[in-house]
């Protein structure tokens, strides 16, 4: 599974960083987007271009230091166990293309297989049918290296021709077909019915363009500047146009797909006024990055709301100290309001109780609704929601002591009424009320007969909003600056982050622990991580168009 996934982000990261350096940049770019209708359902596609050389230098900053050969022979070993065809052939597919790459060390070596390392790219919906679009560097070199790639994986594709056209066809004795196009110095892939007709394809291979297009409706640009998206690739699936698509089809390419797998139209008549209510109040969702250079990159999704949602999700944010920093060698924290948050589930549930989803295929979100209410209520949420309003657990080490894993740091509790936390928290530790804690007072160590003998030292702390407990720290001062420590003001739902020395620490710690689940190379990508990877971070945050969800990577 390791080298799996060690080989397609290599794979992955050689055929979509996005961008170029000719001159000619816009005017293909335009052409690019001029393929894409502007009512698509869904579309990625990006506007401009990072040079050529910098995304090649980002690509190898990317790979891991093992050589791709390795992992090659681990995947070639893997074939024999392999009965299923269908997945013996992908896997065919995934080393023919790995060797391909292997001994690729400059961007003359990319460019000789007719690739370029930043493609610009799109991914669209003619109707639901999807076409991919992606530039390449030389169009007959590249016909050669995919020649050389389907010989060894044992594929062997038929062709066909349409208005003079010459596309290869994948899956020749399938309903729906996989084709795939070399021409204008682009390669295309599709999936198409098998009897589609000549105007069909032409759709697909854009030698009939729509009317209206992404490019004359400027919708990218403002997706772009509204999110402050890179030019580098954004996109949009667009839920009331998708479950429209699927009910009542407006393009063909929809219809014969539907027809290819005799799948029957989506009868939202008596649904209609529900997917209106969903779609409203949820939009679609947006794809984008907000940073993508030699030094950091940052993915961002954000799942699209209404005005009355966002206000809602705003309102559960809390202060949690610390909260959206980087300050240790990992953490994971939250804030929310829960008692609010409480109050806002009932409000939404009664909501449904009161004008419930009527169709029978929504029905299941009914239920959905009745079990949250039910959850929410339980004495032991309501307990702790009138408590805690949110958490940051700081790593600072990991390590082994005496044959066991060990670590030291910091747990902050964000309360209301952080005397409340430790009343309730005393009914499961006495010690911990015992303490006599106080607001500003000093750190105390926490003693008890029901920890474990291995347990590290204990310490403890309060403020007005918050209570600190520290493991195995040095210094018990470190817990007022915990509590003191400023909270975001992102209005962050979520945030966590892994630095590469706690990817150096787990991988000691990894080699030090007998498992029959673990192999060295497992241990070994660990520390690739950490060579490469200076900083991690992941986040669920309230953003004005709703909720996003964000990862980000600081390269060493």
């Not at 060797?99 to 669209?124: C, I, M, N, Q, T």
């Not at 998206?229 to 797909?257: C, I, K, M, W």
Request: some cysteine.
């Amino acid at each position: 599974m390791k080298t799996q996934l060690s080989l397609a982000v290599t794979l992955v990261s050689a055929g979509l960083l996005s961008g170029c350096s000719d001159d000619n940049a816009s005017t293909e770019a335009a052409t690019m987007l001029s393929y894409i209708p502007a009512d698509s359902p869904y579309f990625m596609a990006s506007s401009e271009a990072m040079p050529e050389q910098e995304a090649f230098d980002l690509y190898q900053r990317l790979q891991p230091m093992a050589s791709l050969e390795s992992d090659l022979d681990e995947l070639r070993a893997t074939l024999p166990d392999i009965d299923d065809e269908a997945s013996r052939s992908m896997m065919k597919l995934l080393i023919a293309m790995g060797e391909e790459l292997d001994g690729v060390e400059s961007l003359d070596d990319f460019h000789a297989l007719g690739l370029k390392v930043s493609p610009r790219a799109a991914l669209y919906g003619l109707g639901i049918l999807p076409v991919l679009r992606m530039q390449l560097q030389d169009e007959e070199a590249f016909r050669e290296t995919l020649q050389r790639i389907l010989t060894k994986a044992e594929i062997t594709p038929s062709t066909a021709t349409t208005n003079g056209t010459e596309y290869w066809i994948l899956t020749p004795e399938a309903p729906v077909q996989a084709i795939l196009v070399i021409a204008d110095q682009q390669l295309l892939m599709s999936v198409v019915p098998q009897d589609a007709s000549d105007e069909l394809l032409a759709q697909v291979l854009g030698s009939d363009l729509p009317d209206s297009n992404l490019e004359d409706s400027g919708a990218l640009a403002a997706l772009e500047q509204r999110h402050d998206f890179t030019p580098y690739g954004a996109g949009e699936v667009d839920f009331s146009r998708l479950l429209n698509e699927l009910s009542s089809p407006s393009h063909a390419g929809t219809q014969a797909l539907m027809d290819a797998v005799e799948a029957e139209q989506l009868d939202l008549s008596a649904c209609q006024a529900d997917i209106d209510r969903l779609t409203s109040r949820f939009p679609g969702l947006l794809l984008g990055m907000r940073e993508y250079n030699q030094d950091r990159m940052e993915m961002n999704v954000i799942l699209e709301t209404d005005e009355s949602i966002v206000t809602d999700l705003r309102a559960l944010t809390t202060q949690v100290p610390g909260l959206g920093s980087t300050e240790g060698m990992a953490s994971f924290g939250m804030g929310l309001n829960l008692p609010l948050l409480l109050q806002t589930a009932q409000r939404y549930a009664q909501e449904v109780r009161q004008n419930p989803f009527s169709c029978d295929e929504l029905q299941d979100l009914n239920s959905a609704w009745r079990d949250i209410n039910t959850a929410m209520n339980n004495p032991a949420t309501m307990m702790i929601g009138s408590a805690l309003s949110g958490l940051r657990a700081r790593i600072d080490s990991l390590t082994m002591t005496d044959g066991e894993p060990s670590g030291s740091g910091i747990l902050t509790l964000a309360s209301p009424n952080p005397m409340g936390l430790v009343t309730t928290a005393g009914a499961f530790m006495p010690e911990l009320g015992a303490l006599e804690l106080e607001p500003g007072g000093e750190a105390k160590q926490i003693e008890s007969m029901m920890l474990p003998p291995e347990t590290p030292t204990l310490h403890a702390a309060m403020s007005d909003t918050a209570i600190a407990l520290g493991a195995d720290i040095s210094d018990p001062a470190s817990l007022q600056e915990a509590l003191q420590a400023p909270a975001s003001e992102r209005d962050l739902l979520l945030h966590g982050h892994l630095t590469g020395e706690f990817y150096h620490s787990l991988a000691d710690v990894m080699e030090q622990v007998p498992s029959d689940e673990l192999e060295a190379s497992d241990i070994e990508m660990f520390r690739q991580y950490a060579d490469i990877y200076k900083n991690m971070e992941y986040w669920f945050r309230v953003d004005d168009a709703g909720v996003e969800m964000s990862f980000s990577l600081e390269l060493d």
